[in-house]
């Protein structure tokens, strides 16, 4: 079973970047890997964030960006807003399966 | 406009099976693959299993293999997914979500409770 490993939490303060991580168990993540970024907030459903490594949808913000580097998938926030505050989720396609990270608390303060 | 609304919140006892729905509304039914995505309290988000509107075939996570099941109905615009033999570790919030790699509209969940 392929595990996927971010960083359980993170704290920025309001206009700082935060980088958040995705590894998998299995090696070097790779576009092959789709990666998947989605941010949920305390009560409701996850929110699409990034696609296919750094695809955004209508909807994300321009501060959102994701990348792959150092074999990991990566989701940049740049000038973190408050609201941002929320715990974020790593996808990846790994073995016939998708397989979600453990999450990021992302704490603004 | 796109959604994905869900059925209602369930109560099951402990080896029953549940059923939720998913109705698909705003966009081409046999377009968009949909996904189930659950998140037991507290807990993160698991992927449960895929299913191509299209055809009506699934791929499921191997720690659901034999318990789950999911379906289509073409004629209502509607996605189903049964969990059989329920335990109390399946007490989630169940999610369907939408697209092959992109996942990009989600249901607003169903709260499904396993208790005796």
């Known amino acids: 079973q392929t595990v996927m490993t971010q960083e359980p939490s993170l704290t920025v303060s309001p206009g700082g970047t935060a980088t958040l991580t995705c590894a998998s168990s299995t090696g070097a993540v790779t576009s092959g890997y789709y990666p998947n970024w989605f941010q949920q907030k305390p009560g409701q459903a996850p929110r699409a964030l990034i696609y296919?490594?750094?695809n955004k949808h209508p909807w994300t913000p321009a501060r959102f960006s994701g990348s792959l580097l150092g074999g990991k998938a990566v989701l940049t926030l740049s000038d973190v807003q408050p609201e941002d505050e929320a715990d974020y989720y790593c996808l990846l396609y790994s073995g016939g399966a998708w397989v979600f990270g453990g999450g990021t608390k992302l704490t603004v303060l | 406009q796109v959604q994905l609304v869900q059925s209602g919140a369930e109560l099951r006892k402990p080896g029953a099976s549940v059923k939720v729905s998913c109705k698909a509304s705003?966009?081409?039914?046999?377009?968009?693959?949909i996904h189930w995505v659950r998140q037991a309290p507290g807990q993160g988000l698991e992927w449960m299993g895929i299913?191509?509107?299209?055809?009506?075939?699934?791929n499921y996570a191997q720690k659901f293999q034999g318990r789950v099941t999911m379906t289509r109905d073409t004629s209502t615009s509607t996605f189903s997914m049964e969990l059989s033999r329920l335990r109390s570790e399946d007490t989630a919030v169940y999610y369907c979500a939408r697209g092959y790699d992109t996942f990009d509209i989600w249901g607003q969940g169903t709260m499904v409770t396993v208790s005796a």
């Open positions: 705003g966009y081409a039914f046999t377009s968009y693959y």
């Open positions: 299913i191509n509107p299209a055809s009506g075939t699934t």
């Open positions: 296919i490594t750094d």
